[in-house]
C-alpha cells in the first residue's frame, strides 16, 4: 500500500485516509490506545496465571491434608464392616 496523502494532516484526518485505504500510517492516539489494551491484557493474563497458581497450591495442600483422614475412614470402615 503506498501513502497517498503528500500533506500534514491532524490525526483525525489521518485516521480518516487510512480506513479509505488512502494511507499505511495510523494514527498515534489510534496506536496508544492499542498499545494501552494490549498491556491490559497481558496484566490481566498474568493475574490470571496468579490466580490459578495459588488455587493449585491450595488444592494440592488440601488433598495433602485430608490424605490421612482419608485413611482413617477407611480404616474405621474395614473395622465397622467385620
Not at 500534514?8 to 489521518?14: I, M, V
Not at 479509505?20 to 492516539?29: C, V, Y
Not at 488455587?55 to 465397622?80: C, D, G, M
Request: proline share 5%.
Amino acid at each position: 500500500m503506498q501513502d497517498m496523502i503528500d500533506f500534514p494532516c491532524s490525526e483525525t484526518w489521518l485516521g480518516y485516509y487510512h480506513e479509505r485505504g488512502l494511507t499505511p500510517r495510523k494514527p498515534a492516539s489510534e496506536e496508544k490506545q492499542l498499545l494501552n489494551e494490549l498491556t491490559k491484557l497481558r496484566e490481566a493474563i498474568e493475574l490470571n496465571n496468579k490466580i490459578m497458581k495459588y488455587i493449585y497450591y491450595e488444592l494440592k495442600n488440601q488433598k495433602k491434608k485430608n490424605a490421612p483422614v482419608k485413611r482413617n475412614i477407611t480404616k474405621n470402615k474395614s473395622f465397622l464392616e467385620r
